[in-house]
Each structure stands twice: as C-alpha cells, then as structure tokens.
C-alpha cells in the first residue's frame, strides 16, 4: 500500500478505519502525513457509518454503533470514489477532506465532508449534507469553516468545531450568490479576511440566477473580514465570528475590465491569493490592443483593510522582464512579503508558427511553453511605479520539467513544487526559497507516488511539517 520512499524517508503505517489512507514521516525537518488509496490488487474491510437524520454536521461514532462492514475492491472503490485531497489542522492532529463518489447504477455525484485523526488514522463524518461544500479550517481550536448552499441561489458561511457540536454550530452571514474558492487569512486575534469568487453583473455587482438573468456575467474576486462580535442566546452571551463591519466587496470593480479567477473550478482557487496587506490574482489583458489577449498576466492590490470598500486602489501589472508567457499558481508566502508562481518565458507557439523556437533564447533548451518558478522578494508599500522591475529571483533554466503548482513552507524558507515527469506521475519537488542554489535537476521528495495536493501546519508550533495527498505509487 505504501509508495516506495525517497531514501531520505521512512514510512510508518497506522491503523485506520478507511483504508484509502496511510500515513508517512521522514527522518528530516520536513516531515510529512502522506494520504493514499488502496492498490489495485487490495481487497479491505472497513466500517461505513449509517446515514445521519440529520443535515447538520455531525460526528457519528467510529466502529462499533451504527457502522457497517462492507468489502471494498479495486473495481468497487474506483467506481465509487475520486482522489482527494485533505487540509490539516493547525495543530496538525486532524484533516478534513471531501471524497466525492459516483454511483454507475444511478449516475449520481454525492459528496461528504469527513475528518480524518491523523495518529490513529481514523475517519469520521463531519458532514453528509450535500449542500456543505469547500470545508477549511479557521485556525483556531480546530475551528472548521465551510460554504452552504441554501435557497434563492444564496450561500451561508457556517462555523463549528471538528467534532460538528450543534451548540458549537453557527451562521457567520449570507451572501447572495453561489460563492466558490473560499480562501482565509488571519489578520489578528479577532479578525479573518476572507476572499472568494463569485459569478459578477455587468455593473460589478453580485450575480443571482434566481433573482433573473444577465446578459454578461464574469467571475470576479470578492473580500470581506470575520469578526469575533459578543451575542445572545438561549444560552447566554457568546462570542462568535460574523461577517462585519460591511458586505463583501468586489476587488475588480474599478480594474478596468479584469476577471478572475480564469481557470473551472476545483482550479480556480490556484488563480488568486491573499495576505493582511492585500491581493494577488490572474487575469488577461481585456485592452483590444493587448498583445496577447490570451495570456494571464499577475496583478496585485494593495488593501489597507478588508473591512471597508477599496479607495479605488486600481490593480497593478506585476510585469517579469524576458517572460513574456503566462501566469498560474500565484501565492502569497507566510509573513505576505514575496510572492511565488510559475511563467512560461514565451508564449504558446501558434499553428502557423514558421520556427518552433523563434519565441526561445539559444541559451535554453528547454520549449518554450516550460514553466518557470519565479518569486517576488520584498513586496513592500507603496509599490514602485507600474513597469518598475520588482526583485526577482528564478529557477535555473535547465530542468527538464515543467511546474505544474507551487506552494510554501509554513516558515517561509522553502518552496513545494509539484511537477509531471515522463512517467506521467507528478512528484512533489522541495527547494529553498531564494531559488539561488537550486540544483538543476533537484530530487523529488518521494521517488514513487503521484503526488495531487500539499498543505503545511500554518499555527500551533507544527514548523516543518505537512500533510500531502497523493495517489497510489507508479512504476
């Protein structure tokens, strides 16, 4: 079941209810909670608990008490079940997750929201609603925050503690509009900004389908604040997270035509981020003079808080002299002052291309449609004046692979790159920050798994650790 380890690492395999998982740690710093579904050839036992009556989360018991046995084959579960990825927990002793499953008898995707222990392995349902959708975790005494959909095309934003507590269950606001790509930044003790997509008007208000159609509808970014607000109730007073003091507002309103994120969903997360000091995103050219209106520039805008409607603050072009190709996987690292993402240095090759390396330089050899990683140090305010180049730093040209994601350490002094080999599987690759001593052919950190999705303990003393979600080994 497990994956064959890169020598650097040892594997540890825990006891779990829901065999599609299993756990690894490394001998370094970086230590890892690998995730993996079973092999092809592996027949298991495992409890499923019974449906819940109730659509609020709830953590039914493990095991004994409303579980059943079933058998899960190779055939049963690949029929059933799609890859997953989980996000741990700020103090790196759970994760939650989302397995979606599809029936071939009745053609119908379900999904639920589980959380999984990750020192005894064990899986509980957090929630069976399927209308509780984007789980993540508030950072905060395993606070979990997720998206609800509920009717008149609104969604709810609901909050309660990992074991889905009724008393601990409530409705931080309602917004007016399928709201997707839920992203949080914690600016202090009291106070999360919040950033989404929604579906946008013409007019850079929110969309609603069942408030009437539009004639041009466009996604756009959208922010606000959580804050913890005093409140009564049955019980007494409480202290709870809302959103306030304001509605959400629309970060492209006054960009001239910008939309983002580009990508379809589950993707489209990867097309924007945020930090206490303001946004980072994705987005084409709309000017009908743009050179290329099909490539995704980066832009950024600075917020002097989430709280209130930006002070028309236009977004900036974040301009890489020599790179003239597209922009993907923006993301902000930990203390907000660097940003790293991927770029190709010339843009796709046309059909009608007389040369296929007219767009390369003779001094790399690499196609040039290659990603890059490249990371913006010392992002600082007020930004120089549009066209200035920012201090930059890349990864050397001479790797043969091509970026696929790119994410940071919990202390800001690596980079996690996931990239797709020959084989078709992608590795998961770690470099230092500052790119400078990359090796050009740097090793992946397990040597046999496909390699889907990575998340570092952010809070609670967990430096150096991370939970990554991978498929079974390859080769």
């Known amino acids: 079941m497990l994956a ?43 409890p499923i608990s019974q449906p819940s009556s109730s659509t609020r989360p709830s953590a ?8 059943s046995s079933v058998t899960a084959t190779s055939k049963s579960f690949q029929s059933h ?24 008898s009745s053609r119908i995707h379900s999904a639920e929201v589980r959380v999984l222990d990750l020192k005894t392995g064990n899986s509980t349902p957090f929630s069976k609603d399927p209308n509780d959708r984007e789980p993540s975790w508030l950072g905060e005494s395993n606070q979990v925050i997720w998206l609800k959909d509920v009717t008149h095309g609104a969604t709810e934003l609901w909050i309660s503690d990992a074991e889905g507590s009724e008393i601990n269950c409530h409705c931080a606001g309602r917004i007016s509009a399928r709201v997707s790509n839920l992203k949080l930044h914690r600016i202090d003790e009291c106070t999360i900004a919040l950033a989404f997509s929604c579906p946008t008007t013409p007019d850079g208000l929110l969309f609603n389908p069942a408030k009437g159609p539009s004639a041009h509808i466009s996604n756009s970014i ?56 303001g946004l980072t995103f994705i987005a084409r050219d709309p000017s009908p003079d743009a050179p290329d209106p099909l490539r995704a520039e980066l832009y950024y805008i600075p917020l002097q808080s989430f709280a209130q409607p930006p002070t028309t603050p ?40 007389s040369s296929s390396d007219s767009n390369s330089s003779t001094s790399d050899p690499k ?13 600082h305010l007020p930004l120089p004046p549009p066209g200035t180049p920012l201090p930059q730093r890349f990864s050397r040209s001479g790797w043969h692979l ?14 996690y790159v996931v990239a797709e080999d020959e084989d078709g599987a992608k590795k998961l690759f770690q470099v230092p920050y500052m790119l400078s001593s990359i090796a050009s052919e740097p090793k ?8 889907f999705g990575i998340q570092g303990f952010r809070s609670g003393g967990r430096g150096g650790k991370g939970l990554v979600s991978f498929s079974p080994g390859v080769g």
């Not at 690894?24 to 909670?33: A, L, M, V």
């Not at 990508?263 to 924007?272: G, H, K, L, M, W």
């Not at 992946?444 to 390699?451: F, I, K, L, R």
Request: charged share 15%; with cysteine; aromatic share 8%.
């Open 222 to 277: 959208w922010y606000t604040t959580l804050s913890k607000r005093a409140s009564s109730g049955s019980n007494g007073y409480k202290v709870q997270y809302i959103i306030w003091p304001s509605a959400p507002s629309n970060a492209l309103k006054s960009s001239g035509g910008l939309h983002s994120p580009l990508s379809p969903s589950p993707d489209a997360c990867n097309d924007f981020d945020l930090t206490s000091t």
């Open 4 to 46: 064959k380890a890169h020598p650097d690492y040892s594997a540890r395999r825990v006891v779990s209810h829901d065999p599609r998982f299993c756990t690894y740690t490394s001998r370094q710093k970086g230590n890892r909670w690998g995730l993996q579904p079973p092999s092809h050839n592996m027949t298991r036992n495992y």
């Open 444 to 451: 992946a950190v397990a040597s046999e798994c496909s390699v």
């Open 81 to 104: 079940s799609r890859r997953l990825s989980a996000s741990p927990s700020p103090d790196g002793t759970l994760a939650i997750y989302t397995p979606h499953k599809y029936s071939r």
């Open 60 to 67: 039914s018991s493990q095991g004994a008490g409303g579980a």
């Open 367 to 379: 196609p040039p449609n290659r990603n890059r990683l490249i990371v913006i140090n010392d992002l």
């Open 402 to 415: 091509s970026p696929l994601s790119v994410s940071w350490s919990d202390d800001g002094r690596e980079l």
């Open 314 to 353: 236009k977004p900036q072009l974040l301009s890489i002299p020599n790179f003239a190709g597209s922009t993907s996987h923006p993301v902000f690292s930990p203390d907000g002052k660097s940003i790293a993402f991927l770029k190709t240095q010339a843009p796709p090759l046309r059909p009608s291309s």
